[in-house]
């Protein structure tokens, strides 16, 4: 199913959506590209810039082949798409031939405040804390789960210290903590709608420019690719647009 879209997200209804499995970049050609070292003391991997839209976008900034992944840090898939394919991604990365940008499909309350976690370090740490939630995410259902009445009265607050609720009743906040953000900061990240208003427009945009369908969802130089939902799917596509 899709997610929520548009504006509801910052309303923050409780519902949780379900998950499943043109850019001005060129089309793919198939031609194979050539690598490209990252400048001396470093490496494209560990090389993450800012776009105008407020995503991260990790590698070769003239990257031939980008790679954008919509996805959501409540889906399941995306879950198990991180712990398989992050190394993966990096290798590739490395070679200064492909980029990799993961955009946020916000769908729901927790997905949200998780997002917000996420972005709360800057960008050189985007990465590495996400893959890290992902690795969390059980963890964080049986948290919650565990506390449902809890949760169901996150409702009665105001939209703007939901997030916060949400976070202590999720241990998201202690999470974030032993990673280097502070409480204050957590704190600071989460009461920022105008972030999660940008988030709540970003899914609007995907929706409307890619017909995004579920989580994950890719795009190889701006071009949504069908029926990709793992890295044993996904590789073949990256090979065949020149890798």
Not at 41 to 60: D, H, Y
Request: hydrophobic fraction near 40%; glycine fraction near 8%; proline fraction near 6%.
């Amino acid at each position: 199913m899709k997610a929520l879209t548009g504006l509801t997200l910052v309303a923050l209804s409780l519902g949780l959506a379900a998950c499943n499995s043109s850019e001005d970049a060129p089309k793919p050609s198939g031609e194979p590209i050539a690598a490209v070292p990252a400048p001396a003391g470093t490496s494209w991997s560990a090389t993450v810039n800012e776009t105008p839209e407020g995503n991260f976008v990790m590698g070769n900034p003239d990257a031939k082949l980008k790679l954008v992944e919509y996805g959501s840090f409540t889906c399941s898939h995306c879950a198990d798409f991180a712990e398989t394919a992050s190394p993966e991604i990096r290798e590739r990365v490395d070679t200064g031939k492909m980029s990799y940008e993961f955009r946020t499909y916000v769908r729901d309350p927790i997905d949200l405040t998780t997002a917000l976690l996420a972005r709360c370090g800057g960008k050189d740490v985007f990465y590495p804390l996400s893959e890290q939630f992902f690795a969390n995410q059980k963890a964080m259902f049986d948290k919650v789960q565990g506390q449902e009445g809890a949760f169901k009265g996150v409702e009665q607050f105001p939209p703007a210290q939901r997030p916060v609720a949400i976070a202590q009743i999720a241990g998201l906040i202690d999470f974030a903590k032993q990673r280097g953000i502070s409480e204050d900061q957590a704190k600071q990240c989460l009461a920022d709608t105008a972030t999660a208003e940008k988030l709540a427009k970003g899914v609007e945009a995907a929706n409307n420019q890619y017909q995004i369908q579920g989580t994950p969802s890719f795009l190889i130089n701006g071009v949504l690719v069908d029926n990709v939902a793992n890295w044993a799917s996904l590789e073949p596509k990256l090979k065949e647009a020149g890798l």
